[in-house]
């Protein structure tokens, strides 16, 4: 079973609407990461969360961890062309070095 | 500065072959590892390593070793490639866990097995 759960799996907007993108886990988060991937190409840092409540904000991106740290979420303002790609939640499991991923969040933006 | 460096790029092997993928990164990581990229499945881990000399076991290990000999490499082997092994292979390192700092990925390496 996929232990972080992304949703939609896959998103289509009209550009300069806003849009979310969810990350949720059965256990507590301990390093929550949000990563973008242009298509056939590799992954870009965007934020990482670390402490319950805490909120980032990159241009015009903003991702968020819950309270009670089992939750993130990343809001999108006024989405451009620019935001398409497929957004992923990361997060460490066990006291090793285990970075476990969610499938993914595919977004299209139509101009 | 390369950051996570990936060698090669794309492969085409033919069943049963062998081959090596080569990971490097030059900011003196400890930790290392090894994802495999599938449709509709996420990144899911293959194997990871703590440190030099040491290697662990992640979501999907079979059919694949990996060795850490040096602390800037970390290499992955498929001693007999199958055509479910056709993936996009992905290499990241961390200078340590639980948020102490951001994974960093190497662009890839797009492996089909016939």
């Known amino acids: 079973s996929q232990e972080l759960e992304q949703s939609p799996q896959s998103l289509i907007v009209q550009e300069g609407k806003n849009l979310t993108i969810n990350c949720t886990s059965s256990?507590?988060?301990?390093?929550l990461y949000w990563y973008k991937q242009k298509y056939g190409e590799g992954l870009i840092f965007l934020m990482m969360l670390q402490k319950g409540g805490e909120e980032k904000s990159h241009e015009k991106i903003t991702a968020k961890l819950d309270e009670k740290k089992q939750q993130s979420s990343l809001h999108i303002t006024a989405s451009q062309p620019s935001h398409a790609g497929i957004y992923l939640c990361?997060?460490?499991?066990?006291?090793?070095?285990?970075?476990?991923f969610g499938k993914g969040t595919k977004l299209s933006v139509k101009p | 500065n390369a950051g996570v460096t990936q060698t090669p790029k794309f492969r085409v092997l033919k069943t049963g072959q062998s081959m090596t993928l080569l990971c490097a990164q030059d900011m003196n990581h400890e930790y290392m590892y090894w994802y495999r990229q599938d449709p509709g499945m996420g990144l899911r881990l293959i194997h990871y390593?703590?440190?030099?000399?040491?290697?662990a076991k992640g979501e999907v290990p079979d059919g694949y070793n990996v060795s850490r000999l040096k602390k800037q490499n970390f290499l992955l082997g498929l001693e007999s490639a199958a055509p479910s092994q056709t993936s996009v292979y992905f290499c990241?390192?961390?200078?340590?866990?639980?948020?102490?700092?951001?994974?960093?990925f190497g662009q890839g390496t797009r492996l089909t097995v016939v």
């Open positions: 390593s703590v440190g030099e000399g040491t290697t």
């Open positions: 256990k507590t988060l301990y390093g």
């Open positions: 990241a390192s961390s200078y340590g866990r639980a948020g102490d700092t951001e994974a960093f």
């Open positions: 990361g997060a460490w499991r066990g006291s090793q070095g285990n970075l476990i």
